[in-house]
Nanobody, 128 residues
């Protein structure tokens, strides 16, 4: 069982940066591939970024590539999403998720319904 708690969201202006954190409970955090997803009002949940268990491999949605980075600190049971050059279209609730089955392809990370655990989400609002 893993519990995930996101933090770091807020209201910022276009061009600003935010860093989201996702703290996980339990001793087995390093055995989970992790992902960040977001959902804007009236839209479906979409993949943002994924990171392998060791942190060696990362994957991004085309819409955030070059602006967002994902990282993890297995000693702290935490995964991060650094968001730079934020745009109004990045406004959404951001969720982190944990997947027990290892992923070896980008496609594996993008399928939200394959994740086993989810956080409650943190709101990110970017004003123009």
């Amino acid at each position: 069982q893993v519990q995930l708690v996101e933090s770091g969201g807020g209201l910022v202006q276009a061009g600003d940066s935010l860093r989201l954190s996702c703290a996980a409970s339990g001793r087995t955090f390093s055995t989970y591939a992790m992902g960040w997803f977001r959902q804007a009002p009236g839209k479906e949940r979409e993949f943002v970024a994924g990171i392998s268990r060791s942190g060696d491999s990362t994957y991004f949605a085309d819409s955030v590539k070059g602006r967002f980075t994902i990282s993890r600190d297995n000693a702290k049971n935490t995964v991060y999403l650094q968001m730079n050059s934020l745009k109004p279209e990045d406004t959404a609730i951001y969720y982190c998720a944990a997947k027990a089955i290892p992923c070896i392809s980008r496609t594996c990370y993008t399928r939200w319904n394959d994740y086993d655990y989810w956080g409650q989400g943190t709101q990110v609002t970017v004003s123009s």
